[in-house]
């Protein structure tokens, strides 16, 4: 199917500007699946997480070391040990992980955290309309939460265990 954009231009799916997320939020978002699809105090080692996911161990490990600084991952050393989500998959957003992992969000260099990387920032006319995609951008990620990302089956198992038993008087 062939679509119209400006200027007659035709344009391929698949064909156009792409966004892409690097190998490491790509792997960084799979193991943090992984780990939330588990029931609500399981851990899960490294190796299983790599051996799943298909991702190298050691390059696996500097992924998890940057979700744990970041406070979205809970580690525990020893044989009962293993990694697990500290919130809910449903507090996650997107655009955390993502910049718990790469740094800040920046689709152009004029809404880059250091005002000045592009020569023109300050007599740009067209940084206004960039700054406000920048934002929807980010806002737009957030609202994507890691729930958003699960299998049915391990949500409904998620929220279960995170209800609050019902108490009889």
Not at 11 to 38: H, M, N, Q
Not at 153 to 165: D, F, K, S, T
Request: charged share 20%; glycine share 12%.
């Amino acid at each position: 199917m062939l679509s119209q954009m400006g200027g007659g231009r035709k344009v391929t799916p698949g064909s156009g500007l792409r966004l892409r997320i690097s190998k490491k939020g790509e792997y960084g978002l799979a193991a943090l699946i992984y780990i939330a699809s588990k029931p609500v105090g399981r851990r899960s080692f490294r190796d299983e997480i790599a051996r799943h996911c298909g991702i190298p161990k050691n390059y696996l490990a500097r992924i998890l070391c940057r979700l744990k600084e970041a406070g979205i991952l809970g580690a525990v050393r020893g044989a009962n040990g293993g990694y697990f989500l500290k919130g809910s998959p449903g507090a996650l957003g997107l655009a955390d992980l993502l910049e718990a992992l790469e740094g800040p969000i920046c689709f152009y260099r004029c809404t880059a955290p250091v005002p000045g990387e592009c020569p023109k920032f300050w007599s740009c006319s067209a940084r206004g309309a960039l700054e406000m995609i920048q934002h929807s951008s980010r806002e737009w990620l957030q609202g994507i939460k890691l729930s958003d990302l699960l299998p049915a089956q391990q949500l409904r198992i998620h929220v279960e265990a995170r209800q609050p038993a019902n108490l009889v008087s």
